[in-house]
């Protein structure tokens, strides 16, 4: 056995590597800040679609391992030069393809002071201050939201690990055997009921949880793309009546991020009732406009009545990723689904339940993450519910005016009657058409939106949560739709 003087001595022996110092840090954050500034100043002009092939950037990127230490201002300017230019960026106005929001400045500095502090949030011993301000945040989005006040929550990575929490959760509730004891293995197959117009991590979360794709009941949504009591009854009954099946989660969405639509949320939850089912809701993209003043709002009114809600802070919260938060109307549901204790967790335990005091370990699964609430706590501090309104308020506008300019045009139809943020629409005529409108939309790179498929026909998708969008910019879409199709038609 090596001796305690030996070990000491190989200790001494082996160098330590020249890491940069605090000082060195803090001067080299000086010179890295204008770097970031200028990608921030020129949202306008950044890229926000990819211009070279992946084989292209590929070659580039494939360096070989390093062995020895490099300079940090080598590694900085290898970003400034190589990296940087290869970010699109999601902060252009002329950015609608997707529903990731454009941060607000408030939830920049507060998501780029959290690796600098580096705090623990899945204990208090850990950060009584990161899990008092975690805390806070979740209590002010109820709040926001008008939501039961003993609901409760955590930070997720995003909008699909708040669904994957919620759904743990109403199955470790609802299902008549102790799931965390025996697993999903009962005599029953547990069955979940989605629209057709769901978001895709739903799917998922069945297969990461051992469900399976055949425990997803996928009903047909209306004309609207909305998910209705109706629709679901004739197929939740027929399962009732097989003895080897047990409903026991319906999912509706506040915001499909197909087309917006939202689902008939008060008649889904009274069915819920009525057959003791779990109801949660899919709130990621749509729910904070329940503060908005656009009409749609009160349809959003619904969502207090879920079991629980996933929400989504990087979408109408303008955070940067990530930005996930799972809620649960009943907090003792949520803490029961994750509590689990372990020899190396003695010292944590809490003595008191106190509200911004609480081990979020205990409320989801992770032990360890990054401080979250950060940037959610500055941005709703710094812009108040007011100010947050303002902001959805406005997206949500340039949106009308879109579908105001659609209705108006002779050439162009709607495909979906959202009230949100997406519009969905098509140049009157083939397919092919539209496939060449899209695909010359982003070859000129002055706007980037994406395409999807309504009742079976190509559709242009515009998702709007951008802070400096505008109605004119709006004008230069149609534009530049008609600009395109009148080329198009010159060569055919």
């Known amino acids: 056995m090596t001796s ?8 001494h022996k082996t160098p330590y590597p020249k890491i940069i110092s605090p000082e060195t840090l803090v001067n080299q954050l000086k010179t890295i800040l204008p770097i970031a500034q200028t990608f921030l100043e020129d949202r306008s002009k950044n890229n926000f679609y990819r211009t070279e092939k992946p084989s ?8 070989p391992l390093p062995i020895e230490p490099s300079p940090i201002e080598e590694c900085l300017k290898y970003m400034e030069r190589e990296i940087i230019p290869r970010f699109p960026s999601i902060s252009n106005p002329r950015f609608l393809a997707f ?12 998501a780029l002071l959290t690796p600098l502090f580096n705090q623990y949030t899945g204990t208090v011993i850990g950060s009584p201050g990161a899990s008092a301000i975690e805390g806070l945040s979740i209590k002010w989005i109820t709040q926001i939201l008008d939501l039961d006040p003993s609901s409760w929550g955590s930070f997720t990575m995003g909008g699909s690990g708040a669904n994957l929490t919620c759904i743990y959760t109403g199955l470790v509730d609802k299902a008549p055997w102790n799931i965390k004891k025996n697993g999903l293995f009962g005599d029953k197959r547990l069955l979940i009921y989605v629209s057709d117009q769901s978001h895709n991590c739903i799917k998922k979360a069945a297969m990461l949880l051992g469900l399976g794709e055949d425990s997803i009941r996928i009903i047909p949504s209306d004309d609207s793309y909305r998910l209705t009591a109706e629709s679901v009854r004739s197929t939740l009954e027929e399962d009732e009546n097989d003895d080897s099946k047990l409903p026991i ?3 509706g969405t506040a915001g499909t991020t197909n087309t917006g639509a939202i689902d008939d949320l008060a008649g889904l939850y009274e069915l819920a009732q009525e057959k003791n089912m779990w109801f949660h809701i899919d709130g990621a993209y749509g729910a904070f406009a329940k503060i908005s003043e656009a009409p749609i709002a009160k349809k959003l009114e619904f969502i207090k009545l879920a079991d629980s809600i996933a929400l989504d802070t990087h979408k109408w919260l303008f955070v940067p990723f990530e930005g996930g938060c799972a809620i649960v109307k009943d907090s003792k549901k949520l803490h029961n689904a994750f509590e689990l204790g372990a020899e190396y967790l003695q010292d944590t335990e ?4 106190v509200q911004l005091q609480r081990n979020f370990r205990s409320y989801g699964f992770p ?11 500055m941005t709703i501090r710094n812009y108040g519910k007011s100010g947050l309104k303002q902001l959805i308020t406005r997206n949500i506008l340039v949106a009308d005016y879109l579908r105001s300019r659609i209705l108006e045009h002779p050439n162009l139809e709607l495909m979906a009657e959202s009230q949100l943020s997406i519009v969905c629409f098509r140049w009157i005529g083939s397919d092919e058409l539209n496939d060449i409108i899209i695909s010359e939309i982003q070859k000129r790179k002055r706007f980037y939106l994406s395409r999807t498929t309504l009742r079976g026909k190509t559709t242009l998708r515009v998702c709007i949560l951008n802070l400096h969008t ?10 530049e739709i008609e600009e395109i199709e009148a080329i198009i038609s010159e060569k055919f």
Do not use: Y
């Open 56 to 63: 292209d950037v590929n070659r580039v990127f494939d360096i």
């Open 99 to 110: 529903i990731p929001s454009d941060p607000a400045p408030p939830a920049l500095l507060g």
């Open 350 to 353: 809490m003595e008191e339940d």
């Open 367 to 377: 032990l360890s993450r990054e401080f979250r609430g950060l940037k959610i706590w």
């Open 470 to 479: 505008t109605p004119e910019l709006m004008d230069d879409l149609i534009k």
């Open 4 to 11: 305690t003087d030996q070990i000491k001595a190989q200790f």
């Open 249 to 251: 989660m319906l999912i």
